[in-house]
């Protein structure tokens, strides 16, 4: 154990933490609202994430950049930056939407078993990601250098860079976007309706098939967002992106209490900054084993996760 | 998640024993059970038999409602009122028979269209959002009626807040109407119980509807607290929706109500108005547990 190394760094390993805790948060946002709708683990919300991580370099790819390609001047970067994000945000939210449609609607129409969906879930996952693998001929694709990391914020030895302040910033306002529009819109109060008792939302007159078509919408709405910002931070997607991110998302979703907006935020960003220290403490070949012990721990002392299930608890 | 089974309404025809949109035959039985069949019915429920398994627990039921009565429907334990609301409202499909509502089948139509529609509901047990207030309760059933599309909603224009403005409103008037505007604010499942059955019903009044179903609303009830349920009820009435009120207390569906329907074991045994069904020697058999014959 490096103690030391854990010390000296914890400001940069906090903030890296951080960064990486934010593109979790993001992405655990669509585990945790199918969940609190349908009591379903979305298994396949991973590929939602990983078509993101493909749409915004393929629409960069239109406009000549690869890998290679020279850094875009300030006003170019933000034009790219609002096509990735457009591009991922449309991938994913109809990759999402199309996935309720043809792999969970038919089951719910028969009044199919959990463990139905279960089987499906893990199947529409694959089958997604072994596509994309054949498409892609298993090979990892390099992101464009759209913007130039530059250390913007010095304290000590922590040197704080433009891209992780973006990537934090958008997690924190995008979760409070979200978080104003469950608690405080019409819509928000459908879903929160179905959430807690779907029988009588749908006596009071809220049309279910349409709440859970938005839920799966928002959930990849908000994969896209993290699917670009992961293609920015590591550089490389490949088609098993969504597995390996996804199972950290949704570990922070049931960290946080699964079903709860705040909690997938709060969840993701212990995990990412969880995960950090451990790589500072033990090596990074022991990130995960250590956050995922540490992980059972927490979850021994609060089975239902830091928040609490509920989505319709809005004052969490 | 229990969804019912749900089909096209063309799947459902096909199903049916009897086409829905056709008009149930005009027999001897047809007679016998209905008397003369009112065009201006606002419900009518046609011949409808529900099975769960082996359990019949409704059996050839016909009956009809007026536009702005208080009909009452009653019966013993497991008699089959809480499933003839479920059949009306879509939550069970009838096995066979028709529900007509302003003359059109409402067999087959998913719950919110039927809501919509202009049917609402209270439960036998309360079934609120318990982790909402007491007015966002109410506000979800005046959402029904709301018309902003996902996109004004998302980007809050100017439509959508206007609706959310008069929903609101409504909903604090609905809750004012029912006696707990005072608890606008505190999440439901903090409400008292007679808190919660007001609350339900002022849930259902804001979707608009032209019918109200009351699940034994007193169930529970002091005397007080009944005499305060049916002034509320006449109130209802007052205002334009007719009123169906499943309730236990004879006393209570015979001081409020205009006609009755008496279920026993799933099958009619009796209907009229208050004085006659109170007479009806089958009705005091069925309350009292004796055969009719030694009544
Ligand atoms: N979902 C169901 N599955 C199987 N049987 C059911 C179901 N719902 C109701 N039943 C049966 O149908 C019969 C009628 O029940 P129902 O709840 O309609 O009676 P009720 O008149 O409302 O009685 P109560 O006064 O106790 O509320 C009962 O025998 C009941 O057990
Ligand atoms: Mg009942």
Redesign the interface.
């Known amino acids: 154990m490096n103690f030391s190394g854990l010390i000296d760094n914890f400001g940069p390993l906090t903030v890296a933490g951080l960064a990486q805790g934010a593109i979790i948060a993001l992405f655990a946002l669509g585990y945790t609202l199918v969940y609190g709708v349908l009591r379903l683990i979305n298994f396949a919300h991973s590929e939602v994430f990983l078509v993101g991580t493909y749409a915004c370099l393929i629409i960069w790819g239109w406009f000549g950049l690869d890998q290679n390609s020279a850094r875009p001047d300030f006003g170019a970067m933000l034009g790219y930056m609002a096509l990735g994000l457009v591009a991922a945000i449309v991938v994913s939210g109809t990759v999402a939407l199309g996935v309720e449609l043809v792999a969970y609607r038919p089951l719910r129409r028969r009044n199919a078993p959990p463990l139905a969906f279960l089987i499906t879930a893990i199947g529409a996952s694959l089958a997604i990601s072994e596509f994309v693998g054949v498409a892609t001929h298993r090979n990892q694709r390099g992101v464009p250098p759209i913007i130039q990391a530059r250390t913007v914020i010095t304290i000590g030895n922590t040197h704080i860079t433009n891209l992780q302040i973006l990537i934090i910033a958008l997690a924190l306002v995008m979760m409070f976007v979200l978080d104003r529009f469950i608690n405080g819109s019409r819509l928000g109060r459908g879903i929160r309706a179905v959430a807690q008792n779907p029988d009588s939302a749908a006596l009071m007159g809220v049309n279910k098939s349409r709440v859970i078509s938005l839920v799966f919408l928002l959930g990849g709405l908000m994969a896209g967002i993290a699917a670009v910002m992961y293609d920015l931070k590591i550089g490389v997607t490949k088609y098993d992106a969504g597995f390996l991110l996804g199972i950290d998302a949704f570990t922070a979703a049931v960290l946080g209490g699964i079903g709860n907006l705040r909690g997938a935020l709060l969840g993701g960003l212990l995990l990412g900054v969880l995960q950090s220290w451990a790589a500072g403490l033990f090596g990074s070949n022991w990130l995960h084993a250590a956050a995922f012990v540490l992980l059972v721990l927490i979850l021994m002392f609060r089975p239902s996760g830091l928040l609490g299930e509920s989505l319709g608890r809005a004052r969490a | ?6 089909d096209t309404p063309e799947e459902l025809d096909r199903m049916n024993a009897r086409p829905i949109d056709e008009p149930a035959p005009t027999g001897a039985d047809q007679i016998l059970d209905q008397g003369v069949r009112d065009p201006d019915a606002l419900l009518e429920v046609d011949h409808v038999t529900l099975r769960f398994g082996g359990v019949v627990a409704l059996n050839d039921v016909s009956f009809s409602l007026r536009k702005g009565e208080i009909f009452g429907l009653i019966g013993p334990n497991g008699a089959g009122k809480t499933t003839c609301f479920n059949a009306m ?3 069970y499909r009838p096995t066979s028979g028709a529900i007509r509502f302003q003359g059109q089948s409402i067999v087959g139509k ?3 269209e039927i ?2 529609g202009g049917i ?2 209270t ?1 036998q047990n309360v ?6 207030t007491a007015l ?1 309760n109410v ?3 005046a ?4 018309k ?1 599309s ?1 996109i004004s ?2 980007f ?1 224009l100017p439509r ?1 807040w206007q ?2 403005r008069s ?1 609101r409103e409504r909903s604090l008037e609905l809750l004012e109407f029912v006696g707990i505007r005072r608890r606008a604010g505190d999440v439901s499942r903090n409400l008292s119980y007679g808190e919660q059955r007001r609350l339900e019903i002022a ?2 009044l804001a ?1 608009n509807p032209t019918l109200l179903c009351l699940d034994e609303p007193a169930a529970g009830f002091n005397p007080a607290e009944k005499a305060e349920l049916l002034e509320l009820i006449r109130r209802i009435r007052d205002t334009g929706v007719t009123v169906l009120l499943i309730e236990h207390d004879m006393r209570l569906v015979m001081g409020v109500t205009d006609r009755i329907v008496v279920l026993e074991f799933g099958k009619k045994i009796a209907e009229g108005t208050p004085a006659e069904v109170r007479d009806n020697p089958a009705v005091i058999a069925a309350y009292l547990g004796v055969p009719t014959d030694a009544a």
């Open positions: 998640m229990s969804e019912p089974h749900m409202t879509g939550v998913k719950k919110h809501t919509r609402a509901r439960f079934r609120l959002f318990p982790e909402m966002e506000m979800v059933g959402d029904a009626h709301h902003t996902v909603a998302l809050r959508h609706e959310e929903g849930r259902a979707t």
